[in-house]
């Protein structure tokens, strides 16, 4: 299994819909998960951390499965500022140093 | 809000030469990341610092590759006789803490390019 693995893209979705994207890893011993999203020629930016229980931001909720070693991201209601690059990233250091970041699915919200 | 800056933006050089590329994490945070992100391809983990040595680094980190903490707020990576494949964007990130949902923090990035 690779270190981290997600959803290959592109997802297209109509303004207004609920997309979930879908990540694996590797080290059942990971403790931090995140998702950041990136735009184009930019750098990742923290979309918002995973916590054990889930978490909810706003339209965006995350979950985390230990069992499965399964993370993942909704969005609902998408807007068209959520278009990006969608990044899991996970710790897989023993020390939380060592964090690995997914390929990315990428996601384009049309009008 | 305290952000991590590096410098320059885009840097331009030829094949065989030494590059130094510079980043200021934020100023009360104690790890420190190099990252590379080769055009349309994923974010890669280099290098992590943290307490004047190296934490964890990838196979991707080998001898062509160092990282300094020279004083108080700079944080370097120095690509040595560099290749063709070395053109990338390198990222700089930190983080604050060892906690299990202490997140990093990137800056905008250097563009390496290599002739």
């Known amino acids: 299994r690779k270190e981290v693995e997600q959803d290959p893209g592109p997802f297209n979705v109509p303004e207004g819909a609920t997309v979930a994207f879908n990540c694996t890893y590797s080290n059942s011993a990971s403790q931090s998960f995140f998702w950041y999203r990136q735009d184009c020629r930019k750098e990742p930016k923290l979309l918002m951390s995973v916590y054990s229980s889930g978490n909810e931001d706003g339209r965006f909720t995350a979950q985390l499965n230990r069992a499965s070693q399964y993370i993942s991201l909704l969005i609902r209601d998408s807007k068209l500022s959520d278009s990006a690059t969608y990044l899991c990233v996970v710790n897989m250091g023993n020390r939380d140093d060592k964090i690995i970041f997914g390929k990315g699915t990428r996601l384009h919200i049309l009008p | 809000e305290p952000e991590v800056t590096q410098t320059p933006s885009h840097q331009v050089t030829q094949m065989g030469q030494e590059v130094i590329l510079r980043c200021v994490p934020i100023?009360?945070?104690?790890?420190f990341y190099w990252y590379r992100q080769i055009l349309g391809q994923k974010v890669e983990f280099l290098v992590s610092f943290y307490n004047n040595e190296i934490s964890e680094k990838s196979e991707i980190f080998d001898d062509q590759f160092s990282v300094e903490r020279p004083d108080g707020s700079n944080f370097t990576l120095k690509i040595r006789s560099t290749k063709l494949e070395d053109s990338a964007m390198y990222f700089c990130a930190s983080r604050e803490q060892s906690s299990y949902n202490s997140p990093l923090h990137f800056g905008n990035g250097t563009r390496l390019t290599v002739t």
């Open positions: 100023s009360n945070h104690l790890y």
